[in-house]
């Protein structure tokens, strides 16, 4: 019998921790391009990146997936217990959209791309670095 507990034990250790809402510590969210300090014009192209995480489309519940969240010139940090808002800083992909195409007023701007479960709410490893854009 205690043979069976430990069993039992070891099982919902395991599960509890596969289907925990972070992601695998080598995970991470990054823009392929255009990288940081560039100059561009527009429209500008902006593509999305991820290791370690699955992107599919907003509300479909998928083990380990979520989708891109671009946050264009806020000014202070999402919170991570919360969803992602909704407005012109905060751009959601939630057809799972790997790129965008974006017109920006010229001068300097600043994006950071977050990666959201299926109810927006980020996951902390996954949001990159932010990166400096000028516009011409």
């Not at 395991?14 to 080598?26: D, I, M, Q, S």
């Not at 997936?65 to 992909?93: C, Q, S, T, W």
């Amino acid at each position: 019998m205690p043979h069976l507990l430990v069993l039992l034990l070891l099982i919902f250790s395991f599960t509890n921790t596969l289907y925990a809402h972070g992601v695998a510590k080598h995970s991470n969210a990054f823009i392929i391009s255009p990288t940081n300090n560039s100059q561009v014009s527009n429209p500008v192209r902006i593509k999305f990146g991820v290791k370690g995480i699955l992107i599919a489309p907003a509300g479909v519940n998928k083990h380990k997936a979520g989708h891109y969240h671009l946050l264009v010139d806020v000014k202070k940090m999402i919170n991570f217990d919360e969803p992602i808002p909704r407005d012109k800083h905060h751009l959601h992909f939630d057809k799972g959209e790997t790129e965008t195409t974006l017109n920006l007023s010229p001068g300097k701007h600043t994006l950071v791309l977050a990666v959201g479960d299926e109810e927006h709410e980020p996951f902390e490893e996954l949001v990159s670095e932010k990166i400096t854009l000028f516009v011409k």
